[in-house]
Each structure stands twice: as C-alpha cells, then as structure tokens.
T-cell receptor, first 110, second 112 residues
Framework: QKEVEQNSGPLSVPEGAIASLNCTYS??????FFWYRQYSGKSPELIMS????GDKEDGRFTAQLNKASQYVSLLIRDSQPSDSATYLC??????????FGKGTMLLVSP | GAGVSQSPSNKVTEKGKDVELRCDPI?????LYWYRQSLGQGLEFLIY????????KSGLPSDRFSAERTGGSVSTLTIQRTQQEDSAVYLC??????????FGPGTRLTVL
C-alpha cells in the first residue's frame, strides 16, 4: 500500500511570509507528484504538478522534488490570508488512481 | 466550460435506507473517480471508471456500495442499507490529462 504522509498542522504563518509544506511518500518508483488546495467546505483543486527533481515555479508557488529522499514540498511566497486552506499532496498509484495525503492546514494571519 | 457536477449537494437519510449519488463529469473525460472524505480525514479512494468499465473497485468499503457509469458519462454511486459510518462527503472527479483530476463540489451525506 503506497503511503503519502503530511503533517496535519495547522501551520501558522504571518501575511507576507514564506509557507513551507512538506510531503513524504513511500513508493520510490513514483514519478509524478501533485499538490491540491482545498478550502474549507470546498472540493480540492489542482495547483501544482512536478515530475522532475528540483524546483518548479508558478507565480508565488514553488514545488520542490527530491526523489532520493522521497519528499516533495510546496513553498508559498508572500503568503496571503486567501492562501489559508488545506494542502493535499497526491501521488499516482494503481491503475490510474491518486493516493492523497491527509493534508496540511495552512493559516495565514493578517 | 462546465465543470464536474454532483447531485444532490446534501442528502440526509435514515439508517437502513438506500441512497443514490450522481456525478456528471466534464464532457469528453473518459476517466472518473469516486472518493469520500470524512470530517478531518483525507480523501479515501472508492472506485475508478475508464469509460463504462471499472478496472479498480478496490476502495469500495463493503458490498453495500456499488457504482455504475453509462454512456461513458454520468456515474451513480449507490449505498444500500446506509449506516451512520457512511456519513461523509462523497466527491467525484474526472480526469484529463492523466493524473490531472477535476473535482465536483461533492455530496454531503448524513445518515441519522
């Protein structure tokens, strides 16, 4: 059974700071990784995907992948109160399913 | 364009009753997934459809749960003889390209 682990948080950061969200996975053969954001009471939405070791930047978001250490992280620069949500890490498994972590709750205070 | 839609948005039922939850995926998406999310928990995979067939039903928690998909489009998740532990938000997602899933708004099921 493939596992995806995340610290449940909450991770509290002040507005304007960098938020760092981490995820570890058990399957060394995993090739692709996804970050979803879920606002309270809403459904998850895809915000980042990463396939290669290193960094991938998209606006204020940077995904970092280290396959040797089996972790993937999401950095949010200049955090805003509107970034307050639960962030889910997901890794493909099985036929074509995704295994999701339980998510890290991020709270950005004004 | 239109996203994934689900109905009903909320369903309250009595223990022992059957319920049907519906999912309309994004047009043209052949892959469809059902998940459930209990309060404070992660997403629990239930079943995956490719077209009308379900190659992976491994997540269905018991034989009270079943799902079908017709015409490669609409899918229905049926829970028979509901139990209180079935209370959760049931999420549907359709996928294109592979591994890029778009979620519907979910159905909140409450079993009294």
């Amino acid at each position: 059974q493939k596992e995806v682990e995340q610290n449940s948080g909450p991770l509290s950061v002040p507005e304007g700071a960098i938020a760092s969200l981490n995820c570890t996975y058990s399957d060394r053969g995993s090739q692709s990784f996804f970050w979803y954001r879920q606002y309270s009471g809403k459904s998850p939405e895809l915000i980042m995907s990463i396939y290669s070791n290193g960094d991938k930047e998209d606006g204020r978001f940077t995904a970092q992948l280290n396959k040797a250490s089996q972790y993937v992280s999401l950095l949010i620069r200049d955090s805003q109160p509107s970034d307050s949500a639960t962030y889910l890490c997901a890794v493909p498994s099985g036929y074509s399913t995704l295994t999701f972590g339980k998510g890290t709750m991020l709270l950005v205070s004004p | 364009g239109a996203g994934v839609s689900q109905s009903p948005s909320n369903k309250v039922t009595e223990k022992g009753k059957d319920v049907e939850l519906r999912c309309d995926p994004i047009s043209g998406h052949t892959a469809l997934y059902w998940y459930r999310q209990s309060l404070g928990q992660g997403l629990e995979f239930l079943i995956y459809f490719q077209g009308n067939s379900a190659p992976d039903k491994s997540g269905l928690p018991s034989d009270r749960f079943s799902a079908e998909r017709t015409g490669g489009s609409v899918s229905t998740l049926t829970i028979q003889r509901t139990q209180q532990e079935d209370s959760a938000v049931y999420l549907c997602a359709s996928e294109d390209p592979p591994d890029t899933q778009y979620f519907g708004p979910g159905t909140r099921l409450t079993v009294l």
